[in-house]
Structures are given as C-alpha cells and as structure tokens.
C-alpha cells in the first residue's frame, strides 16, 4: 500500500466522495479559501502516477476516478499503524486505547462485542 501525503489524501476523500470528476469539480469541493486549479492538478497527476487515479479522456479533457477503494486505502494505513507502531499485536492496540481517558464506556462495550464475534469466526 502507497502512503499519501496530506495533500494527496484530501484529494483522494473528494474523489472518493464525487466516484469521479474533472479538476473543476474537485476544486468545487474544497472549502474556500480554494486551492490553485494548477496545485490541484499537479496533485492529481502524481496520483495517477503511483496507480491510486485512473482517468478517461475526452478530447483535452480528463475525467478522474480513484482506483482504490477508501476502506482499501483505510485498511492498508491501519495495517501499517498497527504494524509499525504496535509489532503487529492487537492485544498492544486495545492496551495503548485501555490507556486512554477519553475511551468511552458504550465503545469499550461495543470493541468487547466484535472481538467475541472476531473470536466465534476464528474458532468456527
């Protein structure tokens, strides 16, 4: 999984929002103050460089969509926080977050019951 830079992921989530789109309706997106039409396409081009943005062409005109999915792209950035800042151990994860004052009860519940359903499905 390719990591992105903050400029690139913001991208990414519009597209991921719009499915595809022209620079014009990407920039539609941001919030003011807008970025230059020249930054935003530059940006674009090197995601189509590292095979994130796929394109169709219409004349001089190009129409982007991404070539990952976001819970692609989500699953793959976990992964690597997980493995990189945790050896790769979810029981590391849930301590770091047992740690933490601002956990609430409901989502402690709510982790407590997915990781009893992660339990049935590996044990069948």
């Keep these: 999984m390719v990591n992105l830079t903050k400029a690139e992921e913001k991208i990414m989530k519009l597209l991921w929002e719009l ?4 620079i014009k ?19 674009v081009r090197v995601l189509v460089k590292k095979e994130i943005v796929g394109f169709n062409k ?12 976001k819970d692609e792209y989500r699953k793959g950035q976990l992964g690597n926080l997980v493995n990189g800042y945790f ?10 977050f047992s ?8 989502e402690v519940d709510e982790a407590i019951k997915m990781l ?3 339990k049935k499905k590996k044990n069948g």
């Excluded at 190009?62 to 990952?68: G, S």
Aim: no cysteine; hydrophobic share 25%; aromatic share 14%.
């Design 19 to 22: 499915k595809k789109g022209f």
């Design 87 to 96: 050896n790769n151990s979810l029981s590391q994860v849930v301590n770091f």
């Design 116 to 118: 009893e359903e992660l």
């Design 58 to 69: 219409y004349g001089g005109t190009y129409e982007y969509y991404p070539l990952i999915s």
């Design 25 to 43: 309706d990407i920039l539609e997106k941001f919030p003011d103050p807008k970025p230059p039409y020249n930054s935003v396409s530059t940006i």
């Design 99 to 106: 740690e933490s004052k601002n956990v609430k009860i409901d």
